[in-house]
């Protein structure tokens, strides 16, 4: 059980990617009022918690729906997840999720989603939709777990970026990246393994 909370925490961490978000957050609030920027990170990251709440209670039943199995939800969702990791590693103009449009205060877009709640990380909260108790409570306080991170690093993300400067936070987003795409790699061989036992 308590492997299963460090794996879950770890991958959570490694979709939501706050560190590497950092940069992000920082632009975005540069036209929000001092006094208000706390409440803005509060309620982005309350959002995108809800978000992934949602998606991990309702997987299940969205997966019927569209007649999808866990398998290729599986190996669909490593595949995305790895070219997130390859993004992280080798970074391109605008970001991991393109340009932001600059001006205002951001609001669900981009911060929560999908600067939090992106793609890699609905699809890995999916896979944790089960019907065993001690499972989803160890999944939930996995993923409350890390959205106390997001709080603790995007609250302190202008110090932390003026502190350990872009190249720090580049060299950590890229090594990020790097344990991503092993784990996007594990969870696609898991996928096939699965796969090819269903045959």
Do not use: Y
Not at 31 to 58: G, H, S, T
Not at 150 to 155: D, I, K, N, S, T
């Amino acid at each position: 059980m308590t492997q299963t909370f460090i794996q879950t925490f770890i991958l959570l961490i490694l979709v939501t990617d706050p560190f590497g978000n950092v940069p992000l957050f920082v632009s975005a609030m540069a036209n929000v009022p001092a006094e208000r920027r706390w409440k803005v990170v509060v309620r982005e990251c309350l959002i995108a918690f809800i978000v992934l709440l949602l998606f991990m209670f309702f997987g299940r039943h969205l997966l019927a729906a569209m007649q999808l199995s866990e398998i290729s939800l599986r190996i669909g969702g490593s595949v995305i997840l790895f070219l997130i990791a390859m993004r992280m590693v080798f970074p391109q103009p605008g970001g991991m999720f393109g340009g932001t449009e600059k001006g205002g205060e951001p609001f669900i877009v981009p911060l929560a989603i999908p600067a939090i709640a992106g793609p890699s990380a609905l699809a890995t909260v999916l896979l944790f939709s089960s019907n065993s108790t001690v499972e989803v409570v160890v999944h939930v306080g996995a993923l409350v777990a890390v959205a106390l991170v997001w709080l603790a690093v995007f609250l302190s993300a202008e110090r932390l970026q003026e502190k350990l400067g872009p190249q720090v936070m580049t060299a950590f987003e890229r090594l990020m990246g790097l344990i991503l795409s092993a784990m996007a790699v594990e969870m696609f061989l898991a996928g096939i393994r699965e796969f090819i036992k269903s045959l």
